[in-house]
């Protein structure tokens, strides 16, 4: 029998707006070879299960407080991932480091958004507004924002999707945070996550 759909588990852990970009996506029918099974979240407050909620999709918290270890926190992120049947995941702003074993269980199954163009401005530390910050110290011209498989390497998979968007003078870390959500963000993340669900409904239809 053929599988119509991808089940996709998606890990989140703040405001979620590139949850919301893979929502219309999936209404729009840019995301068609995959179906949001799950949103997952580390964070009880997070604002991306509201939105999840609101689109009817499943949604499933696991705080890292509540268990006893790393080993733990995966293992409990991978059940609840299991029990959606999800076998594809994608992190929109998920902000949690996750060791081998997880990123290995999953291989070439996890996706990433980084709000820089990688290699710059990437790895431990750098997320969320600080990436932005720190590119407006440097001074770039040119930032964007990457889609990229999760191996073990922070940041470090291999790269999927890239867009450029360019630095304005007057620039705050937010200015930028948003142009580059808006120009880049939104657009590559839905693309590459239908790219790589397509590949993956071919690989397991033949
Ligand atoms: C996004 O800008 C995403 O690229 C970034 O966090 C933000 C989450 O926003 N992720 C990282 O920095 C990961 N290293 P969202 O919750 O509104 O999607």
């Known amino acids: 029998m053929k599988t119509k759909k991808i089940k996709i588990a998606v890990l989140v852990s703040g405001g979620g707006t590139n949850l919301q970009a893979l929502i219309d996506a999936q209404k729009s029918g840019i995301l068609q070879s995959g179906k949001i099974a ?10 991306a299960l509201q ?7 499943p949604t499933a918290t696991v705080l890292k407080s509540v ?37 290995a269980h999953f291989e070439r ?8 163009l990688i290699p710059s401005f990437c790895g431990e530390g750098f997320y ?35 867009k450029a968007v360019t630095v304005r003078d007057n620039d705050t870390p937010e200015t930028l945070q948003k142009r580059v959500m808006r120009q880049a963000e939104w657009k590559i993340l839905p693309a590459a996550t239908e790219k790589v669900a ?3 409904l071919e690989a397991k239809n033949h």
């Open 198 to 200: 397509a590949a993956l």
């Open 51 to 57: 939105r999840a909620a609101d689109a009817g999709i």
């Open 128 to 162: 969320g507004l600080r990436v932005h910050k720190a590119a407006l110290e440097k001074g770039v011209k040119v930032t964007g924002a990457t889609v990229h498989f999760v191996n073990e390497i922070p940041d470090g998979g291999e790269i999927i999707l890239q």
């Open 109 to 116: 199954r996890i996706l990433n958004v980084h709000p820089s």
């Open 67 to 103: 268990c006893l270890s790393q080993e733990q926190f995966e293992d409990e992120l991978i059940k609840k991932i299991e029990e959606a049947g999800a076998e594809m995941i994608v992190l929109a702003g998920f902000m949690a480091i996750l060791s081998k074993k997880f990123t």
């Open 38 to 47: 799950l949103v997952l979240s580390n964070k009880a407050d997070a604002f």
